[in-house]
C-alpha cells in the first residue's frame, strides 16, 4: 500500500524505494492506533512497511474520546478539548503499552506532551479537500447542503458561497459518504487523501484547489510519534521517513502554534517543497469563526533550511 506522496504531487512512493536492508536492531515493535477504517488503513501501511525492514509489528487499536464525541455527541455540541483525537495513543506511548503511534498529522496539537515527539513522516498524500456531490462548486444550487464538521471548510465554504446551508456531519469516511448518498446533505467536503488511502472513488468529485480550499495543517501527512530517548523505535522508523513532508509538516505546525491554533480551529495552512527542498512556499487562512467572519488568506516563499521560521512568519501576515 502506497504511504504517501512527498508534497502537494506526486513523486513517487514508498513501494518505488528499494528494499530496505533488514537492521541488526530489528525488533518486535507496537504501534498504536486509532479503530477507525482509515486509521488502520494508514497504520497497516506503515507496520506493512515496518515488516519489509525486519520488524514483528503488533497492533493496538485504541477508541479515543474523539471517536466517541464524533458517533455520540449532539449536532453543534463543542469538541471535548484539544487532542481528542490522539491522547488515548500519546498515553500508550508514556505508559509503555506501544512503542509508536500512527497519526493524521492533521489530529495532532500544536503542543505534544512532555518525552513524546513526531519521529517520522512518510511521504505526503495529496494534502487537498474534495467536493462530493457536484464537478464544480459553482453547480450547487443556492441553499444546497454542505456536509462537514471542519469549522475551516465551514468558513472558506461560506466565504466563496455564502448561500449555501453548511450542515455540521461527523463520523468516519464511510459514515458520512453513506449519510450523502441517504440524501440528507447534498455535498460534502472530505481529505483527498482519506479517499484514496480507503481506495474509495466517489462521484460526482471535484478537487478544491488551495486557492478555493486551504488545507488543514499536516492534511495527507502521516505522523508517526514516539518517545524522546528511544533510539530503536526512532531508528527503525527511518526507513519510512520523508524529508520533504518532515519539513512542510514543520512549516505547516509552527503557523498553528504561533495563531493558537488546534484540529478544530478555523485555521488553513500548506506547504510545498520545490526544487529538492531548497525552497518551501505556503498558503495559509484564518478566521474568527466558522462563519468565516475576519476571513484572511496569505502566502509565503522562503528557504527550506528553517521551515519553523517560515510558518511563524506565514502566522503574521494571517494575524495581521
Same mark, same amino acid.
Given at each position: 500500500? &502506497?504511504?504517501? @506522496?512527498?508534497? %502537494?504531487?506526486?513523486?513517487?512512493?514508498?513501494?518505488?524505494?528499494?528494499?530496505?536492508?533488514?537492521?541488526?536492531?530489528? &525488533?518486535?515493535?507496537?504501534?498504536? @492506533?486509532?479503530?477507525? $477504517?482509515?486509521?488502520?488503513?494508514?497504520?497497516?501501511?506503515?507496520?506493512?512497511?515496518?515488516?519489509?525492514?525486519?520488524?514483528?509489528?503488533?497492533?493496538?487499536?485504541?477508541?479515543?474520546?474523539?471517536?466517541?464525541?464524533?458517533?455520540?455527541?449532539? %449536532?453543534?455540541?463543542?469538541?471535548?478539548?484539544?487532542?481528542?483525537?490522539?491522547?488515548?495513543?500519546?498515553?500508550?506511548?508514556?505508559?509503555?503499552?506501544?512503542?509508536?503511534?500512527?497519526?493524521?498529522?492533521?489530529?495532532?496539537?500544536?503542543?505534544?506532551?512532555?518525552?513524546?515527539?513526531?519521529?517520522?513522516?512518510?511521504?505526503?498524500?495529496?494534502?487537498?479537500?474534495?467536493?462530493?456531490?457536484?464537478?464544480?462548486?459553482?453547480?450547487?444550487?443556492?441553499?444546497?447542503?454542505?456536509?462537514?464538521?471542519?469549522?475551516?471548510?465551514?468558513?472558506?465554504?461560506?466565504?466563496?458561497? $455564502?448561500?449555501?446551508?453548511?450542515?455540521?456531519?461527523?463520523?468516519?469516511?464511510?459514515?458520512?459518504?453513506?449519510?450523502?448518498?441517504?440524501?440528507?446533505?447534498?455535498?460534502?467536503?472530505?481529505?483527498?487523501?482519506?479517499?484514496?488511502?480507503?481506495?474509495?472513488?466517489?462521484?460526482?468529485?471535484? $478537487?478544491?484547489?488551495?486557492?478555493?480550499?486551504?488545507?488543514?495543517?499536516?492534511?495527507?501527512?502521516?505522523?508517526?510519534?514516539?518517545?524522546?530517548?528511544?533510539?530503536?523505535?526512532?531508528?527503525?522508523?527511518?526507513?519510512?521517513?520523508?524529508?520533504?513532508?518532515?519539513? /512542510?509538516?514543520?512549516?505547516?505546525?509552527? @503557523?498553528? &502554534?504561533?495563531?493558537?491554533?488546534? /484540529?478544530?480551529?478555523?485555521?488553513?495552512?500548506? /506547504?510545498?517543497?520545490?526544487?529538492?527542498?531548497?525552497?518551501?512556499?505556503?498558503?495559509?487562512?484564518?478566521?474568527?469563526?466558522?462563519?468565516?467572519?475576519?476571513? &484572511?488568506?496569505?502566502?509565503? @516563499?522562503?528557504?527550506?533550511?528553517?521551515?519553523?521560521?517560515?510558518?511563524?512568519?506565514?502566522?503574521?501576515?494571517?494575524?495581521?
Amino acid at each position: 500500500m &502506497r504511504l504517501g @506522496t512527498s508534497g %502537494p504531487r506526486a513523486s513517487g512512493t514508498y513501494a518505488d524505494r528499494s528494499p530496505a536492508p533488514v537492521s541488526r536492531s530489528a &525488533r518486535r515493535l507496537v504501534l498504536a @492506533t486509532r479503530r477507525s $477504517p482509515l486509521a488502520l488503513a494508514q497504520t497497516r501501511a506503515v507496520a506493512d512497511a515496518l515488516r519489509g525492514a525486519g520488524h514483528e509489528i503488533e497492533l493496538l487499536e485504541l477508541v479515543t474520546t474523539g471517536d466517541r464525541w464524533s458517533a455520540e455527541a449532539a %449536532p453543534g455540541a463543542p469538541a471535548p478539548d484539544k487532542g481528542l483525537f490522539v491522547k488515548e495513543l500519546e498515553r500508550a506511548l508514556l505508559d509503555g503499552r506501544a512503542d509508536l503511534a500512527v497519526h493524521s498529522a492533521k489530529d495532532l496539537p500544536a503542543d505534544l506532551p512532555d518525552g513524546l515527539a513526531v519521529v517520522a513522516t512518510p511521504p505526503r498524500e495529496d494534502p487537498g479537500d474534495v467536493l462530493i456531490g457536484a464537478e464544480r462548486l459553482e453547480d450547487l444550487p443556492d441553499g444546497a447542503r454542505v456536509g462537514t464538521g471542519s469549522p475551516r471548510r465551514a468558513a472558506q465554504l461560506r466565504v466563496h458561497r $455564502p448561500d449555501l446551508r453548511v450542515v455540521e456531519i461527523r463520523g468516519n469516511v464511510g459514515t458520512r459518504v453513506a449519510r450523502w448518498r441517504d440524501g440528507e446533505v447534498d455535498a460534502l467536503v472530505l481529505a483527498r487523501a482519506g479517499l484514496v488511502r480507503l481506495g474509495l472513488d466517489v462521484r460526482p468529485s471535484v $478537487p478544491l484547489p488551495a486557492s478555493m480550499m486551504v488545507p488543514a495543517p499536516g492534511q495527507g501527512v502521516l505522523a508517526i510519534e514516539g518517545r524522546v530517548g528511544d533510539p530503536t523505535a526512532t531508528s527503525a522508523v527511518a526507513t519510512v521517513d520523508d524529508a520533504g513532508a518532515r519539513a /512542510c509538516l514543520a512549516a505547516e505546525r509552527a @503557523t498553528l &502554534r504561533a495563531l493558537g491554533g488546534g /484540529c478544530q480551529a478555523p485555521i488553513g495552512a500548506v /506547504c510545498e517543497s520545490v526544487d529538492d527542498g531548497a525552497v518551501l512556499s505556503m498558503v495559509g487562512f484564518m478566521a474568527l469563526d466558522a462563519h468565516g467572519r475576519g476571513a &484572511r488568506r496569505g502566502s509565503l @516563499t522562503g528557504l527550506g533550511d528553517d521551515p519553523e521560521g517560515l510558518g511563524d512568519r506565514l502566522a503574521g501576515v494571517l494575524a495581521g
